[in-house]
């Protein structure tokens, strides 16, 4: 009970002066290690899997960006300038007089 005694001395101490701060979070850094270590090995083929997904759906998002853009860009400008041609080409082509038998 004497050693309890001194030890809870020595603790209302540390709190008081704030040294207690630094001690507890070097010891509790060093205690986290190993579970960190441990989850970092558990949760890096998940982040590889997650990587390689993003950057798979990223290639087709910006497919898909693409591919949408030529279809806004040729029915801006594509579809006026078909319907254009045709219109001209229809006014000025030359009509044969058909033969009557």
């Known amino acids: ?49 997650l990587l390689v997904l993003g950057l798979v759906l990223g290639v087709v998002g910006s497919a898909i960006g693409v591919a949408a853009g030529l279809l806004g860009f040729l029915l801006q400008w594509g579809l006026p300038l078909l319907l254009l041609v045709a219109g001209i080409w229809l006014l000025t082509r030359k009509r044969h007089p058909r033969l009557q038998a």
């Open 1 to 49: 009970m004497e050693l309890l005694g001194w030890l809870l001395v020595i603790l209302a101490l540390l709190l008081v002066t704030g040294l207690l701060g630094p001690i507890l979070g070097v010891v509790l850094a060093i205690a986290a290690l190993p579970v960190l270590a441990v989850l970092g090995v558990l949760l890096f083929p998940l982040l590889l899997v």
